[in-house]
C-alpha cells in the first residue's frame, strides 16, 4: 500500500453516517481490491485480470456515485488515470472471453488449433503491454495519487456550505437519492431496448452495471425486510447485465476477430448468431419489466442503523 495516511474508519456502513465518511469506506475497499489482484494479474492469471476489473469498476462507480461531492480540481485527474488503466485491462480480458467463446462452440477440432493460435498470439502480445504497464511508475503514481486523493483530497476541505452540506448529507438520504435518479434513467433506457443500436446497447449495460454495484457496494444498510427486497432488486439487475454483457462481449468479439490476421472474417462469423441475440435481448427485457414493476428505493429501506456521524 501507498504511504499516504490512513484515519480510523468503522467497519461498517450505516444509513446515518456522513457522505464523506461513507466514500472513504467503499472506495478503499475497492482500491485495496485492486491492489489484492495485481501480482496475479502481472502473472497472465485471468481470475486475477477478472477480479481487478471488477474492483476497479466499484471504485469507479463509488466516484461516479458520490460524485457531486467529490467535484474538485484533481478529480478530472484521477479519473483519467483510472480510465487508462481500465483500457489497459479491457483489452487482454476481452480475448480472453472471446477465446473461451471459440474454446467452447469448436467443433473441428484442426481448425480450431489454427485459429485460437492467432487469438493466442494476440492475447500473449497485449498481455506483455498490461504487465508494463502494471509495473510502471505511471501505475504508481495512479495508487497513490487515487489513495491521497480518496483521504484528503480537495474535496474534503473545501468550506463553501454547499461542500460542506454534501460531505455531512446522510448517506442514506443522498444514497436514496442517487439511486432513484439511476433507476429512473435505466429503466426509461430499458423500455425502448429492442430498438437500440450495439452503441446505446453498451451505454445501458454501463448503466446497469453503475447501478449493480452501488447496490452491493451498500449491502451494510438494508437489513431485514430491505434486505429481501434489494436481493430482488439485485436478481433482475444482474440478469439483465448478464444478458447485455454476452451481445456486448459478441460485438467486442467479432471487432477482435477483424483484427486477426487471416482468420478474420471466419473467425468473425462465430460471433453472429441472430437466435442468440433475440434470445438474450429476451431475457434483458423481462428483467427490466419486472424491475420496473418493484417499488422505488426508499429512505426507509435503508436502515437505520447507527447514529449520525460527523
Known amino acids: 500500500m501507498p504511504a499516504t495516511r490512513r484515519n480510523a474508519l468503522p467497519g461498517r456502513l450505516s444509513s446515518g453516517m456522513a457522505c464523506d465518511t461513507a466514500f472513504r469506506i467503499i472506495a478503499r475497499r475497492h482500491l485495496d481490491a485492486v491492489l489484492a489482484q495485481h501480482d496475479g494479474t502481472c502473472r497472465g492469471d485471468p481470475d486475477a485480470l477478472h477480479q481487478i476489473r471488477i474492483a476497479l469498476t466499484h471504485l469507479r462507480t463509488a466516484i461516479r456515485f458520490f460524485s457531486p461531492m467529490l467535484d474538485d480540481a484533481l478529480r478530472p485527474t484521477v479519473w483519467a488515470e483510472l480510465k487508462w488503466l481500465n483500457r489497459q485491462l479491457g483489452m487482454v480480458r476481452d480475448l480472453d472471453v472471446a477465446i ?116 452491493e457496494s451498500l449491502a451494510d444498510l438494508f437489513t431485514d425486510g430491505a434486505a429481501t427486497k434489494q436481493k430482488s432488486i439485485l436478481k433482475q439487475l444482474r440478469k439483465a447485465q448478464r444478458s447485455l454483457g454476452q451481445l456486448n462481449d459478441d460485438a467486442r468479439g467479432q471487432t477482435l476477430a477483424a483484427s486477426l490476421n487471416d482468420v478474420g472474417f471466419e473467425a468473425g462469423t462465430r460471433f453472429l448468431d441472430r437466435k442468440r441475440e433475440k434470445k438474450l435481448l429476451r431475457t434483458a427485457a423481462a428483467a427490466y419489466r419486472k424491475l420496473d414493476r418493484a417499488k422505488p428505493f426508499r429512505s426507509s429501506d435503508l436502515a437505520p442503523n447507527a447514529e449520525p456521524e460527523n
Open 100 to 215: 473461451e467463446r471459440v474454446v467452447a462452440e469448436s467443433g473441428d477440432e484442426l481448425a480450431v488449433i489454427a485459429e485460437l493460435q492467432h487469438w493466442d498470439e494476440k492475447r500473449a502480445e497485449s498481455h506483455r503491454l498490461l504487465a508494463r504497464a502494471l509495473q510502471s511508475a505511471r501505475y504508481r503514481r495512479l495508487v497513490e495519487q487515487t489513495s491521497a486523493w480518496i483521504e484528503s483530497g480537495p474535496w474534503s476541505t473545501r468550506r463553501s456550505k454547499e461542500a460542506i452540506r454534501l460531505r455531512r448529507c446522510s448517506l442514506a438520504d443522498h444514497a436514496t437519492a442517487r439511486l432513484t435518479e439511476w433507476e429512473t434513467t435505466l429503466l426509461k433506457k430499458a423500455r425502448k431496448l429492442g430498438k437500440l443500436d450495439v452503441e446505446k446497447r453498451h451505454k445501458l449495460r454501463l448503466l446497469n452495471k453503475r447501478m449493480t454495484y452501488s447496490v
